[in-house]
């Protein structure tokens, strides 16, 4: 079967990766492959792609879109098997805030206003692209996420799209708390603004809550043939609604989109998985792992002098002078967003749930490692600047991802919400069991107890303070039951959530049209 993917991100190629997205574009592709299939993955080529070696034009397609006429020109960028193909569409619109940069960050006064009319260049641009077949016609479109949302749209309803609308879709959730909202019209970023002159029916596209606004998101899920997922549990979690006081992140809205969905036998829950290589990253010395970690922070610096660097550069060289081998180190790897960190920077009785945290681990210490809101990066740091058993690496090396994967004593990933998470699932491949708020993917890959550990509550507090007894009962084992603590990295080290038993479900549950 012939697969054609539609996303913001593509991880295989250089560049090509800021979130989750991006390593389900790099990983499930070659895994459906490897099944026999043929896949085109397409991604705007944000002026970097279509540079990158080997990448080669292959075609201009002239379209309308936004009132005006508008050329992109399609790449073929190498992928190294032969049933992969890679494809960059280009366009000046795709590079607004610099060479190879995804995503541009909107005022919270207009969210996604500048996205959302390059992603929705992007999906008229592949409409069109596949109805004059400058793209391969596939036997199955598989949409990632709002970026390729309005594909669905305008499969559907744009009367010049007729070609292409027998091709069976489907659409995967991979975040429901981004949808890409717009205003209908009133608005340079807006529906009409777009698409002047179209009369889409409204009954799938506006908003739930926002009758004045079109939700891409909530037409793809209307529109495609099925609708997948990132894990089983976040698949049950948005069939309800989001509850702010309860600490619950549900359908953000469109769960009654999403029971109709599931009402119908369209909505599907399928973990997503990660490689398992021959050999393994290997397990540090304390020494090593922080010698590591200021060689990488020392290297930031030299590039960009900020305080955070300079906090972490002085905690690790206080660190290296007792690197203290029979004290736990706590790690964290991850995007710093409200969604991964809410719940340890929430307030707690005038200080956050981390401090409380960090005084329970007595020497033990806790790395944090990722970027992201720069609001959360200046918590983080300031707290690290008080708290000796603290450090924040603020940025993203992946050999510096890897020696706290494989080196850490225990994970932290107390998401708010998860629809379904690699990081907990790389630490286990390494032997480190997590500690996690027990949502979406993270409840479908740790059992309590067994793997790993998991805490709950039926409020954001609650959920705080079953997080710190939960940190306290592993710690203690960690501690005094070094037998059952080795039985867990080992339980961990077990587990597979290979890509090729999510592929083999995605032919038997989503592409389920047949096809050559
Ligand atoms: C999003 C989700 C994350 C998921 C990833 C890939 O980033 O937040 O949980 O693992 O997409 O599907």
Same mark, same amino acid.
């Given at each position: ?50 540079? +990158? ?30 049933? !992969? ?92 708390? +981004? ?15 777009? %698409? ?61 989109? !999403? ?94 749930? +981390? ?9 033990? /210490? ?29 940025? %993203? ?6 020696? !706290? ?20 699932? +790389?630490?286990? /491949? ?44 592993? !710690? ?41």
């Amino acid at each position: 079967m012939h697969i054609l993917m539609l996303a913001a991100e593509n991880g295989a190629l250089p560049g090509g990766k800021v979130g989750g997205i991006g390593d389900v574009i790099r990983d499930l592709p070659r895994a459906l492959v490897a099944r026999g299939h043929r896949v085109s993955v397409v991604t705007p080529g944000y002026g970097h792609f279509s540079c +990158l070696p080997g990448a080669q034009a292959i075609a201009k397609t002239a379209l309308a879109f936004g009132g005006e006429r508008h050329t992109v020109t399609w790449y073929r960028v190498p992928s190294q098997l032969p049933a !992969l193909e890679y494809f960059a569409v280009e366009h000046p619109r795709f590079n607004v805030d610099g060479v190879g940069k995804i995503y541009h960050h909107d005022s919270p006064e207009r969210p996604f206003a500048t996205d959302a009319t390059r992603f929705a260049l992007l999906c008229s641009a592949v409409a069109r692209g596949l109805v004059e077949q400058a793209l391969p016609r596939p036997d199955v479109l598989h949409l990632h996420d709002w970026h390729a949302a309005l594909l669905a749209l305008l499969q559907q309803h744009d009367g010049s799209c007729r070609s292409i609308r027998d091709i069976p879709s489907v659409y995967s959730i991979h975040n429901l708390s +981004l949808q890409g909202i717009r205003p209908l019209t009133g608005d340079v970023s807006s529906l009409a603004a777009w %698409f002047p002159g179209s009369s889409f029916p409204l009954a799938d596209m506006v908003d739930p809550r926002y009758s004045d606004c079109i939700n891409p998101t909530r037409a793809a899920i209307r529109l495609c043939g099925k609708i997948h997922a990132v894990s089983p549990t976040y698949a049950q979690e948005i069939l309800s609604p989001t509850d702010t006081e309860r600490g619950f992140v549900g359908g953000e809205g469109l769960e009654a989109d !999403l029971r109709d969905a599931a009402d119908q036998g369209r909505l599907v829950g399928i973990l997503n998985g990660v490689d398992y290589p021959d050999t393994a990253h290997p397990r540090l010395s304390r020494q090593v792992l922080f010698e590591h970690a200021l060689e990488t922070v020392v290297a930031w610096r030299s590039t960009e002098d900020l305080r955070m660097h300079h906090v972490a550069i002085e905690r690790l060289e206080q660190w290296l002078a007792a690197p203290a081998d029979d004290a736990p180190v706590l790690t964290s790897v991850g995007r710093l967003t409200v969604q991964k960190l809410g719940l340890l920077l929430q307030g707690l009785e005038g200080h956050t749930v +981390l401090e409380d945290l960090l005084s329970r681990l007595d020497d033990g /210490r806790l790395m944090i490692l990722g970027n992201g809101d720069a609001a959360l990066e200046g918590r983080l740091t300031e707290i690290a600047a008080r708290v000796p058993n603290l450090v924040f690496l603020r940025g %993203f090396a992946e050999r510096l991802g890897n020696d !706290l994967y494989s080196s850490g004593d225990l994970f932290l990933m107390p998401s708010s919400f998860e629809p379904c998470g690699i990081s907990q699932m +790389l630490a286990m /491949r390494a032997g480190q069991p997590c500690l996690a708020h027990s949502v979406g993917g993270l409840r479908d890959t740790i059992q309590q107890g067994v793997s790993g550990f998991l805490f709950s509550g039926a409020t954001p507090a609650e959920q705080a303070a079953n997080l710190l007894t939960c940190v306290d009962a592993a !710690l203690a084992m960690w501690r005094k039951q070094p037998q059952a603590w080795q039985a867990l990295r080992e339980q961990a080290a077990a587990q597979r959530f290979t890509w090729d038993a999510a592929a083999q479900r995605m032919e038997e549950e989503l592409y389920v049209w047949g096809g050559g």
